[in-house]
């Protein structure tokens, strides 16, 4: 199957800085990536649909001033968690779908990255 | 909207056969996925169905049935690994997955 990565794998920072998460497909290029975040003993909430080369599609009660998301080529997607706070502390799960697959919805999820906010 | 249904928690015995169940209500079905999640990683895909009827995959089967808006993870031959959340999820037009909040299955000796 596809491959995604994501980068960093976990992230400390202070409260009030901003952190940037990268999601890259390797092995195939993505149009759509999606962007999850799941707290802990959670399931996956999805945040916002990124699409490459066109504005973020986000989810209702998701800030997309708070959440930048950026789809600059068509195998790297940017989530930036800007001010962040402690409550933003979670696991963010970037995934893509391989469009050689066809109609399938199948997605391929990156590693995650574990943001702790201090 | 949707809304996906699942137990919480669920515990079996190693060697043994376990049904994950899960219903949903949904306003339009592209497809219903199962994966499974360990602690601290990511997802990995276990099944999709698009059609009524079982799917079966080594260990793994899946069922649906559509029209009662239902699915079933079977998971046979157990095997202490398999302990770990098992996550129903629901595809809706343009390719966007809504998840249930997941089955956290213990396998013990």
């Known amino acids: 199957g596809a491959v995604v990565s994501q980068h960093p794998s976990w992230v400390i920072c202070k409260s009030g800085t901003s952190v940037k998460i990268e999601c890259r497909s390797l092995?195939?290029?993505?149009?759509?990536m999606f962007w999850y975040r799941q707290f802990p003993k959670q399931s996956l909430m999805l945040m916002a649909t990124?699409?490459?080369?066109?504005?973020?599609?986000?989810e209702q009660g998701v800030e997309k001033d708070k959440f930048l998301i950026n789809h600059a080529s068509l195998t790297l997607s940017t989530l930036t968690v800007t001010s962040a706070h402690p409550e933003d502390s979670s696991f963010y799960i970037c995934?893509?779908?391989?469009?050689?697959?066809?109609?399938?919805?199948?997605?391929?999820f990156g590693p995650g990255t574990r943001l702790t906010v201090l | 909207g949707q809304n996906i249904d699942q137990p919480t928690e669920m515990t079996a015995t190693e060697g043994a056969i376990v049904q994950i169940n899960c219903t949903y209500q949904t306003s339009g079905f592209n497809g219903l996925f199962w994966y499974q999640q360990h602690a601290g990683e990511a997802p990995t895909f276990l099944s999709y169905?698009?059609?009524?009827g079982l799917e079966e995959k080594g260990r793994f089967s899946s069922f649906l049935s559509r029209s009662k808006g239902y699915s079933y993870l079977l998971l046979k031959e157990l095997q202490m690994k398999d302990s770990a959340s098992y996550l129903c999820a629901l595809t809706t037009g343009g390719f966007k997955t809504i998840f249930g909040a997941g089955t956290r299955l213990f396998v013990k000796a």
């Open positions: 995934s893509a779908r391989d469009p050689r697959e066809g109609r399938t919805d199948t997605q391929y």
């Open positions: 990124s699409n490459e080369g066109s504005k973020a599609t986000y």
């Open positions: 169905n698009v059609l009524d």
């Open positions: 092995d195939f290029q993505a149009t759509t």
